[in-house]
């Protein structure tokens, strides 16, 4: 009876221990970049798409050479990915510091931020900047731009800031 019990015991920590590794062994959702012609579609009456598309983060990619456009270092830095079909994604679009949009690009999982961070959709905070704007930077630009970053600033008056002014109510 004894060695029935510890027999059991025994397959519990075992069956336990196999269903621990199973949990960590589930692949990561992998979510996909759409580009921000997608993310336009909705965030045009807002004016978020044109605020972005006004910024030097819009632009990133156009103001590197023919020869810097061969760097492979710096595709981390000026282009958002590629998407699902195989294109370059070039300048830091939304997805750069959202996240890649596939799995939560429809208006009725965005009305609900909760539902969106769940599908992939990243919040971007100082962290998600710092990516970019350091001192390990691949160029100059990028590296003087860390030493002087200001995130509550840089939050007030970067990408986004066009249209939370337009969304302030006239005083």
Not at 46 to 68: M, N, R, V
Not at 91 to 98: I, T
Request: proline share 3%.
């Amino acid at each position: 009876m004894r060695y029935a019990a510890v027999a059991v015991s025994l397959l519990f920590v075992v069956a336990l221990f196999g269903l621990t590794v199973a949990e960590e062994q589930k692949p990561a959702v992998k979510h996909e970049y759409i580009g921000a012609k997608m993310c336009k579609m909705c965030h045009t009456k807002d004016g978020i798409f044109d605020s972005w598309a006004a910024s030097k983060h819009a632009t990133a990619w156009d103001g590197l050479s023919e020869e810097q456009k061969k760097n492979e270092a710096l595709k981390a830095y000026y282009t958002t990915g590629t998407s699902a079909k195989g294109e370059l994604l070039t300048g830091v679009q939304c997805e750069a510091c959202h996240g890649p949009g596939s799995d939560y690009k429809t208006k009725s999982i965005m009305e609900n931020k909760e539902q969106a961070i769940a599908n992939g959709m990243i919040v971007p905070d100082e962290k998600t900047c710092k990516k970019c704007h350091n001192e390990a930077a691949p160029t100059d630009a990028l590296k003087a731009s860390a030493k002087a970053f200001d995130f509550a600033k840089m939050k007030a008056t970067g990408v986004h800031a066009a249209a939370k002014k337009a969304a302030e109510p006239n005083k």
